[in-house]
């Protein structure tokens, strides 16, 4: 009998290890948009500074939540970790509340390319014209806070949602669109087509993009996913690092897995600020940002109190203490 209950024991110790060790072995699985210029740094730390097995693929914050992503930008499978800009993050904890910010990766430094003969020499003139973005996106939430400049609001212009993105370069070519705002590269391709006619509004002192690396506290909680993410953490710091100093090989990466041309992602690259830490003025921003996203959801805003528990640096600071990987 005792011999019995000791086999037992055994192999209820052996099926409970199990599973710890097959989880080592699998590799992390990291969603971003493969078509973004902010996700350099994610990529060339799973190419060059990776420790664990890590596969990259389209996709982003609703495969840590098990939510189907917008088309043309997704792909299906479970995430441990997902880069997306700070609006999808509070787009989608309304629902899943248990979301994560870790750091930011990049900001991205957004502008609105203009066509000038169509009348647009300021934000004012913005009134009346056409102008492609995708409303749901930062890129939507950028021309909110920079037509706010000069006191307007969607409601005084005519937005245009185009996919693929760069049939807004296509429609500003064709004069279907009097303006864009939206990520690179199509605001290197806008300023291509438009040559001596164009007007570019910068965001300086108004909004940059939040492209921020993000998990779930349940993914935290495991103690063996939590170490291959700390891990990972630290490859993207690293792998930072190195690309501001040697960028050409991050710029490959990004060639390879956007379909770009060099030249457009060496245009576009000035218009990043790749940083891999966590940004003090994070919650200031969702917090602004939270209260555009309620009045469009037709909800109550959540208090800064709320939304500062969707930032957790713990695994940052936990990768600091590891040793840099070269």
């Known amino acids: 009998m005792r011999r019995t209950s000791l086999i037992a024991a055994a192999a209820l110790m052996l099926s409970a290890w199990a599973p710890a060790v097959q989880a080592e072995d699998t590799p992390l699985q990291v969603y971003g948009n493969l078509q ?19 596969e990259v693929k389209m996709g982003g914050i609703p495969n840590l939540v098990g939510e189907a992503g917008a088309q043309g930008f997704a792909s ?79 409601d005084d212009i005519t937005a245009i949602s185009m996919v693929p993105l760069s049939d807004m370069t296509k429609a500003l070519a064709n004069r279907e669109v009097d303006a864009v705002a939206i990520w690179e590269p199509e605001g290197v391709n806008s300023e291509h087509v438009l040559g001596d006619d164009v007007t570019i509004f910068e965001g300086d002192g108004v909004y940059a993009e939040l492209f921020n690396l993000n998990t779930t506290a349940g993914a935290l909680a495991d103690p063996v996913k939590r170490a291959k993410i700390v891990r990972f953490v630290r490859s993207i710091i690293d792998a930072n690092a190195e690309m501001k100093e040697k960028p050409d090989k991050a710029q490959q990466l990004s060639v390879e897995a956007g379909g770009f041309s060099l030249e457009d992602v060496k245009q576009s690259w000035e218009h990043h600020a790749f940083n891999a830490k966590p940004l003090p003025q994070t919650l200031d921003v969702l917090v602004l940002q939270e209260q555009w996203l309620a009045k469009r959801e037709n909800r109550q805003p959540r208090t800064r109190e709320q939304l500062a528990t969707l930032i957790d640096t713990s695994v940052y600071q936990e990768a600091l203490a590891l040793e840099p990987r070269r």
């Open 76 to 154: 299906p499978g479970v995430a441990d970790l997902a880069t997306n800009a700070e609006t999808q993050l509070l787009r989608f904890s309304v629902r899943h509340p248990d979301l994560r910010i870790i750091f930011n990766v990049t900001e991205g430094l957004y502008r609105i390319v203009a066509r000038k003969s169509a009348g647009i020499e300021s934000i004012a003139d913005l009134k009346g014209k056409r102008v492609a973005t995708i409303e749901q996106t930062s890129a939507g939430y950028f021309l909110h806070r920079m037509l706010a400049t000069e006191g307007l609001s969607f």
């Open 36 to 54: 973004t210029i902010e996700l350099a740094p994610v990529l060339y730390a799973a190419d060059e500074f990776n420790v664990d097995a890590v």
